[in-house]
Nanobody, 124 residues
Framework: VQLQASGGGLVQAGGSLRLSCAASGRTFSSYAIGWFRQAPGKERESVATIGWSGITRYYADSVKGRFTISRDNAKNTVSLQMNSLKPEDTAVYYC??????????????????WGPGTQVTVSS
């Protein structure tokens, strides 16, 4: 599966952005999808993960209550709604796919397929 993230941009603290991950391939619905982010000088970290049906969802503690992950298998897309953004949310955001759903938000090594990232910048 090939992935493409979009929707990043510059927003003020407290604002919102909606990221989208578009996937190619007829087997998209059999993949778990994860959103990750990487800030300058920091390791890539998990943000949120969603299972094949969309029922199972995991969030990093740092984004719980602010971010919502969802998917539309008919459109081969996964979205990440980000509300109440903080300057510390500034990072390049990536979506990734794997046939296995990790037990929790997961780590980068849990996912096989990655797309190019999209920059999110939150100003204070």
């Amino acid at each position: 599966v090939q992935l493409q993230a979009s929707g990043g941009g510059l927003v003020q603290a407290g604002g919102s952005l909606r990221l989208s991950c578009a996937a190619s391939g007829r087997t998209f619905s059999s993949y778990a999808i994860g959103w990750f982010r990487q800030a300058p000088g920091k390791e890539r970290e998990s943000v949120a993960t969603i299972g094949w049906s969309g029922i199972t969802r995991y969030y990093a503690d740092s984004v719980k209550g602010r971010f919502t992950i969802s998917r539309d298998n008919a459109k081969n897309t996964v979205s990440l709604q980000m509300n109440s953004l903080k300057p510390e949310d500034t990072a390049v955001y990536y979506c990734a796919a794997d046939r296995a759903l990790p037990a929790g938000p997961g780590t980068p090594s849990d996912f096989d397929s990655w797309g190019p990232g999209t920059q999110v910048t939150v100003s204070s």
